[in-house]
Structures are given as structure tokens and as C-alpha cells.
């Protein structure tokens, strides 16, 4: 098993909906990393938390401590949204290198 | 400069062949790592250094790797011999603080390695 887990793998969505992207993950953690990646490789990094909710935008992350369990959700999409999201974890016990999911690839239709 | 540059963008080699990846980090940022991603796969951690300190290389998956951060800034990622298998795109990230704070990871775009 995976130590991080995203759910679903790829996501097809109308321009407008609310999505959801999950993260589970079977490790103790110091931080989580929600991050985004577009065609061509750039990675740029949305949210790090470590409890609670952040927003930023239309986006909002959110995380459950106590069921290893993060959401990362877009309001209002928009097809410049398109790319895969990936959740990726420190854990806990100092060591500095993060484990990734594999990423949900996410395509908003206009 | 103003974000994590890494360079080649592109770097095509014969198998056998030597390649060296270069990542210049933002100024300042004390810890630095690099990543390999295999094609519609997430990345996965090679090795961070803290300056110039190589603290964790556990993610190296020969000892045809090999890195290094001379100075604390830009490091050299290197691969000798290169193999089929080691077709990616090899990503590097560098944070402002390191040690036990958790500092956001800034990336570059990546160097991606096609070996024939």
C-alpha cells in the first residue's frame, strides 16, 4: 500500500462544478503539500498545511489529522484549472523528504 | 534569479553515456532536493541537502547517482552510465529554512533525461 493515496486518479469536469480531489495517507505527519502540475512539468505549490483550512482564491484545502485525510476543493471551475494535483506528505520523525501521490489528473471542459 | 532554474530543459543520451543536471536554487534557501518523476507517475525523493550538507541521499537508486551542493547554492545532479530506466524528468525544489521547520517548496520545471 501506498504511504499517500489520491482519489479518484482522473476527474472530467464541466466548466462552473465544484470539485474535490482526495488524499489519504497511513503515515504520521509534520506537513502536507498540496501542489500542481501542468503540462510540461511545472510544479507550483498551493497550499502546505499542517491542520485545520486554508483558502486561497477558489480554492480551499482542508485536513483531518485524526483520519489522515485531505481534501483540496476548486470552486467554480475553470478549464485553466486542467492539470494534475498532487498531495504529497513529511513525515513525522525529522526526516525532510516528501512522499508524493501519484496525482489526480483533473480536465475542466468549457 | 527569481525562482528554482534547472537546466538542460531537455537532455537526450546514448545508454552508457554521462549526463550531469544542474539546479540553481532561489538565493538564500537553505535546503534543496531532488526528485524523479517517471512518465504518469508522482515524483519520487532522490536526495536533499541542507547549504551544502548532503543529509539524506536514501532515494538514490545506484551508485551510478550521484550528487552535490559544493557551496550551499546551485548542486549538480549526476548520472553515470545512464541506463533506459532512468528516462524522467528529474525535478529539483528548494526551501528557504530546513532542519526541523517546515518551509513551503518552491520548483523548478524540471530536466527531462530521454536515454536511447
Request: net charge positive; aromatic share 8%; hydrophobic share 35%.
Amino acid at each position: 500500500k501506498n504511504e499517500v493515496e489520491q482519489s479518484p486518479q482522473n476527474l472530467t469536469a464541466q466548466e462552473g462544478e465544484f470539485i474535490t480531489i482526495n488524499c489519504s495517507y497511513s503515515v504520521g505527519i509534520s506537513a502536507l503539500h498540496w501542489l500542481q502540475q501542468h503540462p510540461g512539468g511545472g510544479i507550483v505549490s498551493l497550499f502546505m498545511l499542517s491542520s485545520g483550512k486554508k483558502k486561497h482564491g477558489r480554492l480551499i484545502a482542508t485536513i483531518n489529522i485524526q483520519e489522515k485525510h485531505s481534501s483540496l476543493h476548486i470552486t467554480a471551475s475553470h478549464p485553466r484549472d486542467s492539470a494534475v494535483y498532487i498531495c504529497a506528505v513529511r513525515s513525522k520523525g525529522g526526516s525532510e523528504k516528501l512522499v508524493f501521490g501519484k496525482g489526480m489528473k483533473l480536465t475542466v471542459n468549457p | 534569479g527569481a525562482g528554482v532554474s534547472q537546466s538542460p530543459r531537455y537532455k537526450v543520451a546514448k545508454r552508457g553515456q554521462d549526463v550531469a543536471l544542474r539546479c540553481d536554487p532561489i538565493s538564500g534557501h537553505v535546503s534543496l532536493f531532488w526528485y524523479q518523476q517517471a512518465l504518469g507517475q508522482g515524483p519520487e525523493f532522490l536526495t536533499y541537502f541542507q547549504n551544502e550538507a548532503q543529509l539524506d541521499k536514501s532515494g538514490l537508486p545506484s551508485d551510478r547517482f550521484f550528487a552535490e551542493r559544493p557551496e550551499g547554492s546551485v548542486s549538480t545532479l549526476k548520472i553515470q552510465r545512464t541506463q533506459q530506466e532512468d528516462s524522467a524528468v528529474y525535478l529539483c525544489a528548494s526551501s528557504l529554512v530546513g532542519g526541523t521547520s517546515v518551509g513551503e517548496l518552491f520548483f523548478g520545471e524540471g530536466s527531462r533525461l530521454t536515454v536511447l
